[in-house]
């Protein structure tokens, strides 16, 4: 199982381990490099305040055990530390705020720790939450057996407990379920969440925004549950655009005629926007989600900009001759 310490009000900051990032990419987007540096500083500090020492590794993580002196006992193992959340966090702060955040980060993240690894549920049947997971942030042992709900997104049975996310990559020897049965489990609770529904609107036309919870993403694997229920619509003839750029947002537009084309710009701004900036980065496309299954809306050209799929193309073509 993977433990990710993932409170809803202030995002952990802490990636699993295996993440991978560009060549030279600075890591601890979207703070400058001069940020990045002094929220390390700040982060080093306000660890070691909490018994944690260590060091940065340079790709975004401080490498931290528990000090000897401090808790009586041998040293604890090293563990990675992520920050690149918690400098999505505070970067949407003022500077003298930052202190403050990063502590109390590292506050809960000590005593997490202290408390150790979260019960394994005592009513599976009742607890597990299916939950979608960047492919290329786990440590590729782990995800053999989850399987990918669209390319670079995993489906995978976890568990929250007080804000700790839980993920069980292999429910057979934590929980006696089979992958099939944990995922049932998963998805049927998942289903029973309730959902906060904002718009975003402009010159008539409208995108869901539905948040309330780090699973909010996640509804995207009961999108039909979410439309009925929470949407108000039942098997939309044409399908909708779908999101999921972070793990609290999921955008849903319900195409109805050939205003999905400025639909599909207003998700892209959003999109690319939250990917960039919010906690929990998921996926930075937008889907067309029809009978047929998720597809990508767009391609990527040579142009600048992106091209629609050809897929979506076909639609509209269809929506402009019925209307």
């Known amino acids: 199982m993977t433990i990710h310490n993932n409170p809803t009000k202030h995002a952990p900051g802490n990636h699993p381990t295996g993440a991978r990032r560009a060549p030279g990419r600075h890591p601890l987007v979207p703070l400058s490099p001069a940020e990045g540096a002094h929220l390390v500083r700040l982060s080093l500090e306000a660890a070691a305040e909490c018994g944690l020492r260590g060091h940065y590794d340079s790709r975004g993580a401080l490498i931290l055990q528990f000090h000897p002196a401090e808790h009586g006992s041998a040293p604890a193992e090293k ?3 992520g920050l690149t959340n918690l400098a999505r966090l505070v970067a949407g702060e003022r500077p003298d705020h ?18 150790g690894a979260p019960p394994l549920p005592a009513d599976p049947q009742r607890e597990l939450l299916q939950r979608l997971v960047p492919k290329d942030s ?11 709900f669209v390319p670079g997104l995993l489906s995978v049975p976890s568990a929250n407990t007080d804000g700790t996310i839980t993920m069980y990559f292999d429910p ?7 992958w099939a049965e944990a995922e049932t489990h998963g998805l049927r609770n998942l289903r029973a969440m309730t959902d906060s529904v904002a718009y975003a609107e402009y010159d008539g036309t409208r995108v869901a925004m539905i948040s309330g919870s780090s699973f909010a993403a996640s509804r995207a694997l009961v999108l ?7 949407l108000h619509v039942e098997n939309p003839q044409y399908g909708v655009l779908a999101a999921m750029p972070a793990r609290h947002l999921l955008l849903v537009h319900v195409i109805t005629d050939l205003s999905a084309i400025p639909a599909l710009g207003m998700m892209l701004n959003l999109t690319g926007r939250s990917h960039a900036t919010d906690p929990g980065p998921l996926s930075p496309w937008v889907y067309l989600v029809t009978q047929e299954g998720w597809q990508l809306a767009t391609r990527a050209t040579d142009t600048p900009g992106p091209a629609l799929s050809p897929r979506l193309v076909a639609l509209l073509h269809e929506l402009g001759r019925r209307t």
């Open 79 to 81: 563990f990675e530390a």
């Open 98 to 115: 930052w202190p403050r955040l990063v502590s109390e980060h590292f506050d809960t993240l000590a005593s997490s720790l202290r408390r």
């Open 224 to 230: 039909d549950t979410v439309l009925r229920e929470s």
């Open 172 to 178: 057979a020897s934590n929980l006696g379920l089979t």
């Open 138 to 148: 786990l440590d590729p042992r782990l995800t053999g057996a989850a399987p990918e």
